[in-house]
């Protein structure tokens, strides 16, 4: 079975820090861009951060640059968020995906409809 499985989310007090998690597995990852996207109540789900299926390049929404990193495995099957100094405009559900497209060699992709692979996402609540 094809699946994403993020985990690390919570509720944590502004300024903290958590470190979101995201375990793919039943299928190859490596050759595939991953990101992390977030949905707010109401709100559409927004792209966070991207990274390249060599690790080499990472691309990040303005307002959580400086601020959050992404990482990952070589085989792409751990991806991981580490969110600093995080601010209440942070909470969301976070979903960890992968890209439809292998061994892209264009930029990064923002939009949600270039991922075909998505996990059932983790709560992040931050409060103020």
């Known amino acids: 079975q094809v699946q994403l499985v993020e985990s690390g989310g919570g509720l944590v007090q502004a300024g903290g820090s958590l470190r979101l998690s995201c375990s793919a597995s039943g299928r190859e990852f490596s050759g595939y861009d991953m990101g992390w996207f977030r949905q707010a109540p109401g709100q559409v789900r927004e792209f966070v951060a991207g990274?390249?299926?060599?690790?080499?390049?990472?691309d990040y929404l303005e307002s959580v640059a400086g601020r959050f990193t992404i990482s990952r495995h070589n085989d792409g099957k751990m991806l991981y968020l580490q969110m600093n100094s995080l601010k209440p405009e942070d909470t969301a559900v976070y979903y960890c995906?992968?890209?439809?497209?292998?061994?892209?060699?264009?930029?990064?992709?923002?939009?949600?409809?270039?991922?075909?692979?998505w996990g059932r996402g983790t709560k992040v609540t931050v409060a103020s």
């Open positions: 995906a992968v890209d439809s497209e292998k061994w892209r060699t264009t930029n990064i992709e923002r939009s949600n409809t270039a991922y075909d692979l």
């Open positions: 990274i390249r299926w060599s690790g080499g390049t990472k």
